[in-house]
T-cell receptor
């Protein structure tokens, strides 16, 4: 089993749609969780950290369920500019190692 | 602050040549890493460092060397380039604790 798994994608959605990405991780000692976005031929960029209480940043909402070892990202009212690959990232309990999921590609269509 | 700076942005090498990819950060981050990303693939960890003088191997270290003589710099050396090393290379840094990575803009390497 891979350490971090994500929906295989790709997701093709119309503008204005709500889309949800799912991620599971295998290391129960993981401490920090993130969502990154990566545009084609660009570096990954931090979208948001994920906290146990859940957190929201505009149209983006992230949730963490430690008991189920599950992370989610919800994008509301999707825009064409949201088209990218979304990476789920987990940092271990020693704070040293980051583990990246394979990513889920999103295409928002006009 | 410049963040994480990688040079060069593009490079073409002949098989057997050696070169060094440069990475520098100005955020006083302890943790630095090198990843490679092949088309349609995820990020794979090559080497990482938790501080000056300390380095360790990641998932795909063969054919690469690193050193960390200062907090700021973490160069990646290709010893004898092979076509299988054609890839995009990303350097990233982070402080210890619960923070995320900051990535450089990448080096696109082609080995012919």
């Amino acid at each position: 089993r891979k350490e971090v798994e994500q929906d295989p994608g790709p997701f093709n959605v119309p503008e204005g749609a709500t889309v949800a990405f799912n991620c599971t991780y295998s290391n129960s000692a993981s401490q920090s969780f993130f969502w990154y976005r990566q545009d084609c031929r660009k570096e990954p960029k931090l979208l948001m950290s994920v906290y146990s209480s859940g957190n929201e940043d505009g149209r983006f909402t992230a949730q963490l369920n430690r008991a189920s070892q599950y992370i989610s990202l919800l994008i509301r009212d999707s825009k064409l500019s949201d088209s990218a690959t979304y990476l789920c990232v987990v940092r271990d309990n020693y704070g040293q190692n980051f583990v990246f999921g394979p990513g889920t590609r999103l295409s928002v269509l006009p | 602050n410049a963040g994480v700076t990688q040079t060069p942005k593009f490079q073409v090498l002949k098989t057997g040549q050696s070169m060094t990819l440069q990475c520098a950060q100005d955020m006083n981050h302890e943790y630095m890493s090198w990843y490679r990303q092949d088309p349609g693939m995820g990020l794979r960890l090559i080497h990482y460092s938790v501080g000056a003088g300390i380095t360790d191997q990641g998932e795909v270290p063969n054919g690469y060397n690193v050193s960390r003589s200062t907090t700021e710099d973490f160069p990646l050396r290709l010893l004898s380039a092979a076509p299988s090393q054609t890839s995009v290379y990303f350097c990233a840094s982070s402080s210890t604790g619960g923070y995320g990575y900051t990535f450089g803009s990448g080096t696109r390497l082609t080995v012919v």
